[in-house]
């Protein structure tokens, strides 16, 4: 029985491929997959055959095995070689043209959301310009992406030292949320790096807490430092409570409560504040999660769809590490209860917990493939629970190999394929970049003039106008061209005259402005993907 539950991967992948409509986490060739699930199966066939056969021993091969560090770093040229360019996956060019714009008009980009991932990646676009290196924030999200990925492998080499050729860190490259580390332009690549910190801190200070100072103040601050990366790290208070509850002596659960709430509050109100108050321009309340919090709909929680949204993101992200463990739980009962009963393997199925449940109460608004890494942040602690069993052991055990090699490149093909972008999107990405020079260029001076709270909800609005018009002008010849033309001036230059005027105070007005400028939007968007770029001015 144990035997079978091994051709799982295969069969599973194997079957996905008959679907009519193939799961978004297969985004390679069907011909690939088919050959794989084959070859794997009938790899995983012979060695389960080999060993019931008594006189079959493998042991003398694990010393042809390369070390981890040399696979990482092979493996790490393969990032190099096929960076992630499919701007399907992820925010896209709405993202880059947010950073870059803001960049161009305000110095650089900030949202309360993701106070520090937005700053430093649009800080060193900012750096790379003044050397005339470029000022495409493509670049620099690449360039702090492939940072990320070198910490993420350097961070499972040290947490695996003791055991240098069991091939651990392929479990760190069967997970698809490697691919942040892929030249990824995303928002979630620093916070991701500084959660992966906060595991390496527990992994560490949580094995037999002696100095409970430490842990608590540490986890705290490193907690905190996260939520100005992203705030998706606020469900991490879930584990601050527990690491008090545990580990916090009962003689000074008030004091320890007192001074991790002082410290947490002192690293992030100083920012919160500076960015809603006093800086020029202030944050856009108009566009930030944390007034609007996007909650999955309460009477959906319990639906098909749901649990099909939350099954895809964890198989796309850690399939094999969460098979894995979940076999072990099954079938390893000793072994796992050994395993749970170390306080800082306690700590990481928290973190596990805490990210589940914001995978369950988030709403991804854009839907699959692009919310892949916002709804999938418990692949790394599940990456780090797997790979940590793994060491355990104390012999290698071969049935689980072909699983585990099979998984990296069920990965390596994803990477592969995502590698290639589309050609109309790269070229109203380089429309897109003229468009908001010739934008910052002509309206700098008029943006500057706004009260500092309206600076960039006016600015992102004009520029929605702006970018409309000027990218309809380059497409071909369509019925609805010129109506579209004039339809994006007039709004622009109705949303002038409301904030001028003060008529946008209104709700009620502005919202009857956004529901009609919404209408030519989607036109907009709906003509852009029917039409060729025929007229480019790169």
Request: glycine share 4%.
């Amino acid at each position: 029985m144990k035997s079978l539950i091994l051709y799982i991967p295969y069969i599973f992948v194997f079957v996905s491929q008959m679907l009519p409509a193939k799961p978004w986490f297969f985004p390679g060739e069907s011909s690939t997959y088919i050959s794989l699930s084959i070859v794997f199966f009938s790899i995983q066939s012979i060695l389960l055959y080999g060993k019931s056969k008594k006189g079959w021993n493998l042991q003398w091969i694990e010393t042809f095995f390369p070390p981890n560090w040399s696979i990482a770093g092979f493996y790490f040229l393969f990032m190099l070689l096929f960076p992630l360019r499919n701007r399907n996956w992820g925010d896209g060019l709405l993202l880059l043209e947010t950073n870059l714009l803001e960049t161009k008009l305000f110095g650089f980009q900030f949202t309360l959301d993701e106070i520090l991932e937005s700053i430093l990646h649009s800080n060193l676009t900012q750096v790379l310009n003044y050397f005339h290196i470029s000022d495409d924030p493509v670049v620099s999200y690449a360039i702090l992406s492939y940072a990320v990925g070198v910490f993420f492998l350097f961070g499972f080499l040290i947490l695996g030292k003791q055991k240098p050729k069991d091939l651990s860190i392929l479990i760190l490259l069967s997970s698809g949320g490697i691919l942040l580390g892929f030249g990824y332009a995303e928002h979630y690549t620093l916070v991701t790096a500084v959660h992966l910190g906060l595991y390496l801190f527990l992994y560490r200070f949580a094995k037999d807490p002696k100095d409970c100072n430490t842990l608590l103040y540490g986890s705290t601050s490193i907690v905190a430092l996260a939520m100005l990366f992203h705030l998706v790290s606020g469900y991490l208070v879930i584990l601050l409570v527990y690491l008090w509850v545990t580990h916090s002596p009962k003689e000074k659960k008030i004091q320890h409560l007192f001074y991790c709430t002082i410290l947490g509050t002192l690293i992030l109100f100083p920012w919160f504040l500076y960015f809603s108050i006093f800086h020029d321009p202030t944050v856009d309340q108009n566009s930030t999660h944390l007034i609007h919090p996007p909650f999955y709909p309460m009477k959906r929680w319990i639906s098909l769809n749901h649990v099909k949204e939350i099954s895809s993101v964890l198989i796309w992200n850690v399939f094999f590490s969460a098979f894995y463990l979940l076999y072990q739980w099954t079938f390893q009962k000793e072994t796992w209860k050994h395993f749970v009963s170390k306080p800082n393997h306690q700590t990481l199925f928290v973190v596990v917990f805490c990210f589940f449940l914001h995978g369950f109460f988030h709403n991804p608004q854009l839907g699959f493939p692009a919310d892949w890494d916002l709804m999938g942040f418990y692949w790394l602690p599940i990456t780090v629970l797997a790979f940590l069993f793994w060491k355990e052991k104390t012999k290698l055990e071969w049935e689980w190999i072909p699983v585990l090699v099979f998984s990296v490149l069920l990965v390596m093909v994803s990477a592969f394929t995502l590698n290639k972008s589309n050609t109309k999107d790269d070229l109203v990405w380089e429309i897109t970049k003229k468009a908001i020079h010739k934008y910052s260029e002509e309206n700098q001076l008029l943006i500057q003039s706004f009260p500092k709270e309206e600076k960039k909800f006016f600015a992102k609005g004009d520029f929605l106008f702006f970018k409309g018009e000027y990218i309809t002008n380059q497409l071909c010849d369509f019925p609805e061209k010129e109506l579209l033309k004039s339809q994006m001036m007039d709004h622009r230059k109705n949303w002038k005259a409301g904030f001028l005027s003060g008529k946008f105070k209104v709700k009620t007005e502005l919202n009857a402005f956004l529901t009609e400028a919404t209408k030519t939007n989607v036109l907009y968007l709906k003509s852009l993907e029917a039409n060729t770029i025929c007229h480019p001015k790169l």
